[in-house]
């Protein structure tokens, strides 16, 4: 053991015994002069004069090993290659010792390399030392921070932390392999590697997006999985892009292997439903026996569209799901693991979204591991030109998450990184990153030619002898392996391979079914069909109206003290159920109440939820003598009930929304709700909306019945907070403009088992109730668009009676005139489609034109599917009328495009359909309150007076 002569430990216990207070240590005297105070010392140590020196050497120290934690990452050797610099930077920072002259930097020279010095507690390269000379400190510094692993963490804010990581990699010694450990490491390159050469052997012209230059990805999630298994974790739900993708299924998840193949036969089609979607974005779900840990693991691929990253807050949701349906408040049972490449890592912004929702109460899952696939390329694009940070996981910073860099080419280094990674999370419930620095063999595909725009680094590559084979050579050199057994294990995995390409012609295996990444069981039938085609009333007792009515309208806590406001809010509520009626926020509480009641969990989650936007929810009550105190009356409607989850989201729809949608996933028995703050945001988590819930069924044979609740309306606030673009969620309709449908007796409902998605638009809060019960008592699921009120929140017509809620009600998926009008058909003149809130300014601008027996208004509260039976039963009903569709939004905006052309197919074009709105714009609104006001009389004028459209006759 190393002697500590020159120890603080000795300086401190000196001082402490003789030193006069104030002396033992004095601010920095000037050089050259000595301490008074440490005569002492230098009595005791004797050989050392100038103590000076000893303290400032100490001091240096202490700062070299701190250099090396902060900065040693960036002269680690990361790249395979050898030409780039996977922080973009190839200077050597100039506190790390590269050399014995740079020891000058810290005053010191090559004559202190022997002298020995006692270590800080903030390392343990000493193992059980406690004390090392200079030169072996300088040694060991290098084995841990600058070989094969760069370990990027002292920005972490948590001293422990920090602590727990540095012991990991500072402790002499700590990277070991078992003999057994190499040999399993072996095997599943040899796995990784191979699958890719089979592909290439048989489908040479086929993209596959492969994982040649990365192949350590695959013992890389195979370590995070049984590490994490041996820890107690049952499921893992992962997300990936293109890369590599083919193999983790085969290797990680182990999807029977004819299941992919048969995928690149273009002949075979897929003997279910669906429009399919290419072979490397299906999702999978897979449960298995874990070898490692002995115990049962489910895997699941979330599927997911090309757009890169876009399917990380979906499977954070999902996640999410599973652990709170099964009680898992840690995170100890269900994990996710993210994979990402190093160009979409640093470029797309839902990154940053997702990473900021992994501390959040609501939308934790307890720490993800991150594994870049950093090939040092994207596309065609260099590095350099791809990203402004150092590294692309910089952004895992943000979240004080570890970054574990690694070169790919040494798979024990990966493996080390990869135990360590899976130990952090099980620790710390945290996120971590790790860095696989590799190159990519291939072009972008295996079509591409990487010659054209990266000539030196693929000359380089061409070089470069694979990592399977770099690491059996290794292997074998040690004798942990034999050459015979390697390649036995290469031609024993190759026959595997064969096998499955034989099994892969035999049959129609081909089912889009295999590929789901959430199956519901008991849900549907065992053919995967629904159960039934009808639905059932969803209306609710007398009852349970008033009693759902009672918890919303009070406090069901003693001793809590709201809001005086709040208290004559709850106080009109209550009046309002003495009086049978509900108003918009009544009917919502009604729907999520009873659907609680029935067992379904409720979830709602968007920007400001829990009083909503317009404060007329109230979901969360908030004691105002006590901090932090809250109660949620839904929470309390019935002792067995399921609870209801109401959260207050980060600001981000791009990463919520998705959150919400991988929510929805996990089960059908549950009513999931995301909320815009104003419809217009929902544009920011366009990519969620156009990829994953408008098509994600026909893609990819899985519903989901998520709710978008998108508050719209032209209220004269302006471009921004008026439109949640109708016509943009109409024009992604699958229903056809042109065929009038067969009408059958189930057809409501069939319609909506077609559909990609229903979109509805309600006037008032009765229906608005019946639309989201509907959407679980339905025997399948679809995601419901709802365009949702502001004014309207509190218009004293907007309310609805006990009596349309009761059971034997339902939703109206059209609402006909029920005045003198329809008394007396065939005297109207005009019949008026419209939707929404200007139903109401429709009928009181009628009211005081005395139209009320002359002109129709007929509401239509589900737009898609498009009730063509209904609008065809109103259209013959007043013969004598011209029709109108009359909207608030602009000509280019809103509904007409869509109802229009359904409208003429319905009544078989024998007349025309009149419009009667704002005139086609750039903007969804006017800025100007005067000029709203201007068009709304204008076009209102126009929809109700029958003379508008004759000149146009
Ligand atoms: C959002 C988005 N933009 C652009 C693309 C087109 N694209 C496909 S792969 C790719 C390069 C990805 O590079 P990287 O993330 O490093 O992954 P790699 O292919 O190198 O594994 C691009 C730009 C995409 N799929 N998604
Ligand atoms: C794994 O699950 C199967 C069935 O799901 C069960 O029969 C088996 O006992 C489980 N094994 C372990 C080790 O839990
Ligand atoms: C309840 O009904 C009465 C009588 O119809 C009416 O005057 C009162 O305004 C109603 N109250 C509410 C809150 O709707
Ligand atoms: C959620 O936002 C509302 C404002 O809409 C606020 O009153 C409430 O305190 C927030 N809740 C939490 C838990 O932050
Ligand atoms: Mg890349």
């Known amino acids: 053991s190393y002697c500590s002569v020159y120890s603080w430990d000795i300086f401190f216990r000196n001082a402490n015994a003789g030193a006069p207070p104030g002396t033992a240590y004095q601010s920095p005297p000037p050089l050259g002069t000595s301490l008074a105070g440490l005569s002492q010392v230098q009595s005791l140590v004797g050989a050392q004069p100038n103590v000076e020196k000893l303290v400032e050497d100490h001091l240096a120290v202490q700062s070299l090993i701190r250099a090396y934690q902060i900065r040693g990452h960036h002269v680690a050797q990361l790249d395979p290659l050898g030409i780039m610099d996977a922080d973009l930077d190839s200077c050597v920072p100039t506190d790390i010792i590269t050399s014995s002259d740079k020891l000058g930097f810290y005053g010191l020279d090559e004559s202190d390399l022997d002298k020995v010095f006692r270590l800080p507690t903030t390392t343990f390269i000493g193992g059980d030392e406690s004390a090392l000379p200079l030169r072996e400190i300088i040694r060991r510094l290098e084995m841990a921070y600058c070989q094969h692993i760069g370990v990027e963490f002292m920005f972490i804010n948590d001293l422990d932390q920090c602590q727990w990581i540095r012991q990991k990699f500072e402790r002499p010694g700590v990277m070991h392999f078992t003999l057994e450990e190499k040999r399993t490491l072996l095997a599943r390159m040899i796995r990784s590697t191979r699958f890719e050469e089979f592909l290439q052997r048989k489908w040479s012209s086929e993209k596959r997006f492969g994982l040649e230059g990365c192949e350590s990805l695959i013992p890389a999630l195979k370590t995070i999985i049984d590490k994490s298994s041996e820890n107690g974790v049952e499921s893992v739900i992962m997300g990936m892009p293109h890369r590599g993708r083919l193999n983790v299924l085969a290797n990680v998840i182990r999807k029977e292997l004819e299941q992919i193949f048969c995928q690149f036969d273009s002949k075979l089609e897929a003997a279910d439903e669906g429009s399919g979607d290419v072979k490397y974005h299906l999702g999978m779900y897979h449960r298995r026996i874990n070898r490692v840990s002995d115990r049962n693991i489910t895997l699941s691929l979330v599927a997911n569209p090309s757009h890169l990253e876009a399917v990380n807050p979906v499977v954070q949701g999902k996640t999410k799901a599973e652990q709170f349906y099964c009680g898992d408040t840690d995170g100890n049972r269900v994990m996710s693991i993210l994979l990402h490449g190093d160009a979409a890592f640093a470029g797309q912004g839902i990154v940053y979204e997702t990473f900021h929702l992994s501390d959040l109460p609501s939308y934790t899952t307890h720490g993800t591991v991150h594994v870049v696939a950093n090939n040092q390329i994207g596309f065609t694009t260099d590095p350099r030109m791809a990203r402004s940070s150092p590294y692309p996981t910089d952004v895992a910073r943000v979240v004080n998450a570890p970054i574990f860099h690694v070169n790919a080419d040494d798979p024990e280094a990966v493996m080390y990184v990869c135990n360590v990674a899976a130990e952090w999370r099980a620790t710390f419930h945290k996120d971590v990153v790790v860095d696989l620095v590799c190159y990519r063999r291939n072009g972008h595909n295996e079509m591409d030619e990487p010659m054209f725009t990266q000539p030196l680094m693929y000359k380089q590559i061409k070089k470069q002898k694979g990592v399977m084979q770099k690491y059996a050579e290794k292997l074998i050199a040690e004798g942990s392996v034999t050459r015979q057994e390697y390649e036995e294990e290469i031609a024993k995995y190759d026959k595997i391979c064969e096998e499955a390409y034989t099994r892969s012609k035999d049959e129609k295996i081909l089912h889009i079914k295999h590929w789901l990444d959430s199956p519901w069981p008991g ?52 009046e309002m159920i003495k009086n049978r009626t509900v108003d918009w926020a009544l009917g919502e509480y009604m729907a999520f109440g009873s659907l609680l009641k029935e067992g379904i969990h409720v979830r709602l989650s968007g920007q400001d939820v829990e009083r909503g936007t317009f404060s007329h929810r109230h979901h969360v009550l908030h004691d105002q003598n006590v901090d932090k105190r809250i109660c949620i009356p839904m929470n309390h409607i019935s002792p067995n009930q399921a609870p209801y989850t109401v959260c207050n989201s980060s600001l981000s729809e791009y990463g919520v929304l998705g959150f919400e949608l991988g929510f929805a996933m996990a089960s059908p028995n549950a009513l999931i709700l995301w909320e815009a703050q104003f419809g217009d945001f929902h544009n920011t988590a366009q ?19 998520i709710v978008l609740l998108l508050p719209h309306g032209m209220e004269g606030m302006g471009p921004e907070h008026s439109s949640a673009r109708p016509e943009r969620f109409l024009q992604m309709c699958n229903d056809d403009p042109d065929v009038f449908p067969k009408i059958t007796e189930d057809f409501a409902v069939r ?158 074009r024998v007349k025309p359909v009149w419009y009667a709105g704002r005139g086609p714009a750039a903007a969804p609104a006017t800025g100007n309150k005067a000029a709203h006001q201007q068009e709304l009389s204008r076009f209102l004028d126009n929809a109700l007076n029958l003379d508008a459209f004759k000149d146009h006759a």
């Open 523 to 574: 849900f549907f039938t065992l053919d995967g069909q629904p159960k039934s085609m009808s639905c059932p009333s969803t209306g609710i007792s007398e009852e349970e109206l008033s009693q759902i009515g009672q918890v919303a309208s009070s406090v069901p806590v003693e001793d809590f003290t709201i809001h005086g406001g709040l208290t004559r809010i709850l106080k009109g509520r209550g």
């Open 687 to 705: 990519c969620i909306i156009d990829q994953f819930i408008c098509p994600g069924q026909a893609k990819w044979v899985r519903q989901n019945g």
């Open 751 to 908: 319609q909506l088992y077609d559909c990609n998605w229903i979109v509805v638009n309600c006037s008032n809060p009765g229906n608005f109730f019946h639309v989201m019960r509907r959407q679980i008592l339905m025997p399948f699921r679809k995601p419901l668009i709802m365009f949702t009120p502001k004014s309207l929140l509190r218009h004293p017509e907007a309310r609805s009676s006990f009596d349309e809620m009761l059971p034997g009600t339902h939703f109206q998926r059209l609402i006909p005139d029920s005045g003198p009008a329809a008394a007396n058909p065939a005297g109207v003149k005009r019949l008026i489609f419209c939707t929404g809130k200007i139903y109401y300014e429709l009928t009181r601008e009628r009211k005081a034109r005395s139209m009320e027996d002359t002109i129709a208004i007929c509401r239509m509260e589900q737009l898609s599917p498009f009730p063509f039976d209904l609008v065809k039963a109103e259209t013959e009903k007043y013969p004598n009328a011209d029709l109108v569709w009359c909207q608030e939004e602009h000509k280019n905006q809103g509904y007409y495009d869509y109802v229009k052309p359904r409208m003429r197919t319905t009544i078989d």
